[in-house]
């Protein structure tokens, strides 16, 4: 069973910075595009950035300029370095994933439990 496990979310304040990881883990597979998504209390879930194998990026447009998202995939894992954030970057940090499961030919879309990230002063 392949799984997401996130790390590095907390309090932070405004102007300050965070860096969130997600690293996979299981058996024989591969992953394609990694992403990060939030969900605030009340709203429903948004993309934040992913990125590609290759390393082509997208992002929402209230994180240009302030997040950036990078990945390692000797080591299976994604990075979201959020700099500047704000009140409204509040929110339940979660890690995506679209994976091949070789073992079972199979492609997968996948989750991570969520990270809270608390953006006060």
């Known amino acids: 069973q392949v799984q997401l496990v996130e790390s590095g979310g907390g309090l932070v304040q405004p102007g300050g910075s965070l860096r969130l990881s997600c690293a996979a883990s299981g058996r024989a597979f591969s992953i394609n595009e990694m992403g990060w998504y939030r969900q605030a209390p009340g709203n429903e879930r948004e993309l934040v950035a992913r990125?590609?194998?290759?390393?082509?990026?997208n992002y929402a447009d209230f994180v240009k300029g302030r997040f950036t998202i990078s990945r390692d995939n000797a080591k299976s894992t994604v990075y979201l370095q959020m700099n500047d954030p704000k009140p409204e970057d509040t929110a339940l940090y979660y890690c995506n994933a679209h994976i091949f499961e070789h073992r079972f030919q199979r492609y997968r879309e996948i989750w991570g439990q969520g990270t809270l990230v608390t953006v006060s002063s």
């Open positions: 990125i590609t194998s290759d390393g082509s990026t």
